[in-house]
DNA sequence: TGGAAAATGTTTTTATGTAAACTAAATTCT
DNA sequence: AGAATTTAGTTTACATAAAAACATTTTCCA
């Protein structure tokens, strides 16, 4: 079975070379593959990644300012900048400046903001659990220590 | 020291809640700093991760389908044909299309494609060092084990 | 003090990536 | 054989993200 004509080139193999070893690589396939996940599960609910998690640490943190979130996300400002105002029109969030540093926004949910991080947490939740796919719990564990130790994030 | 105004909130800590038992953050996050990183180093010679990563692959593997490419690498197909394109034009890649199945094309490098892989050879597998950051050999294998795992790619 | 430098966001312009509809070629199914 | 389906890639129109220049406020320090 699966004998190639002559001349031909097998479809299903590719060789990646070095690049099999390159931590970055790796990194990329496994987010583009988990950003799928994400919208094949959680799109239909008007979910995505990105703004959630804004919502989500804006929930978590209140107060804080905009530029830190966004650097903390790694968001561009001048994304930040964009989906903030989105999360504003959509009366998620509020702006506040502060009287001591007029230049800096905080950031805080509306109660409009928490009803709807709290409606979607469940889903959100369950998805991280399926997105460990055939990892087993040890297997998780280890790996997830180990994008804390590479990002810098712990678990807290 | 560190002591905070009342009523102000701590900038340097912020909570993230169960979102630090995502894998698909903290891939995100991940995956983010890698690409800092890369163009750190590799902005000023011209490399682009998803241009380069492509050039190298088809220069592993020659003849193979552009769509083949494009699946593996999780760049989308009407993305793919204008990164060939642009690796057309840019005198680096030959596109072939056979007789028997004159529907798909088939890529392989041009002698300047190989030359150009070839010279950015070497910065690119030492950024692959420099990613591995502060991990240990031992972590390093067991991270790229466990991506390996959840993204289905073996190291070969 | 007061002017230079730094910090914080925003705006505008440009590049990058995606979705959906489309063309063309090959395959399947009576 | 010939219509219907599938496969491969392209095109166009749109969405997303990034860089660069900018405006404003604060800090620094000579």
Redesign the pocket.
Known sequence: MNVQPVGAVD?DTIRFGELGQSVGFLLRIAQ?QS?DLF?QRLASQGL???EFTVLWVVGLNPGL????I??RL????????????RMVEAGYVQ?NV??????????SLTDKGEAFVQSHKQAFLEFHQAERLNLTDAEFATLMQLLGKLTGIDDT
């Open positions: 479809e583009l950003f919208f995505k990644p990105g300012r905009q530029g830190t966004a650097a790694r968001i561009k400002p001048a994304h930040m900048t964009k989906l903030v105002h702006r502060l009287d001591h540093d007029r230049r800096s926004v905080r950031l």
